[in-house]
């Protein structure tokens, strides 16, 4: 059964610095990885997806990457502002069959003026 | 384009009451989700629907739930017999072809008392 595990659960960083976000699962037989960001009381919003036999994904201050053999993925954020504060959740659907996400608990991301 | 659209935003009922929760997917996509969250824990797959037939329905937590997608776009999750353990977030996403990104809804907060 895949399992994900997200690290740290929470984060608090000053504006302006890197960051980095942790995620790992058991199972490494993966179809694709996505990051997510979600606001409180809110839904979902799709940030990034890496296919299996991709190692990263860049968009705009964001980059993830993906180390399959070892079921690790991270998400980098560079010089982080306010407005991403914000709960990031890290899925995977698993390769044999069905589409559904598997979630980590995700990480609460606060970043201070 | 529009997004994925869930109605209600909220519902209350009372324990043993029926409810019916309503997801509109992203016009033309044919994959389309539900999933469950609960306070502080990353949404937990429920069912899964390609086109009008449920491909995996195997998250859903028992007999009282049900779900239907009856012409392949709108789809109903519902509950029989409510319990308050049922009381949850219950996210809707949709995506275009299989193992493409998924999209998500607003959700739809029900509480159980």
């Known amino acids: 059964k895949q399992e994900v595990t997200q690290i740290p659960a929470a984060l608090s960083v000053p504006e302006g610095e890197n960051l980095v976000l942790n995620c790992s699962f058991t199972?490494?037989?993966?179809?694709?990885l996505q990051w997510f960001r979600q606001d409180p009381g809110k839904g979902l919003t799709s940030l990034l997806l890496i296919q299996s036999s991709q190692r990263e994904q860049t968009s705009g201050r964001l980059n993830a990457s993906l180390d399959k053999s070892s079921g690790r993925s991270t998400l980098y954020i560079a010089a982080s502002q306010p407005g991403d504060s914000a709960t990031y959740l890290c899925a995977v659907i698993t390769q044999g069959g069905s589409e559904k996400l598997v979630f980590g608990k995700g990480t609460k991301l606060t970043v201070n003026p | 384009g529009a997004g994925v659209s869930q109605t209600p935003s909220n519902k209350v009922t009372e324990k043993g009451k029926y409810v019916e929760l309503r997801c509109d997917p992203i016009?033309?996509?044919?994959?389309l989700y539900w999933y469950r969250q609960s306070l502080g824990q990353g949404p937990e797959f429920l069912i899964y629907f390609q086109g009008t037939g449920a491909a995996d329905d195997s998250g859903l937590p028992n007999d009282r739930f049900f779900a239907v997608r009856p012409e392949g776009s709108v789809s109903t999750l519902k509950i029989q017999r409510t319990e308050r353990g049922d009381s949850a977030v219950y996210l809707c996403a949709s995506s275009l072809n299989t193992g493409g990104t998924q999209y998500f809804g607003p959700g739809t907060r029900l509480l159980v008392l």
């Open positions: 016009s033309g996509h044919t994959a």
């Open positions: 199972d490494s037989a993966i179809y694709n």
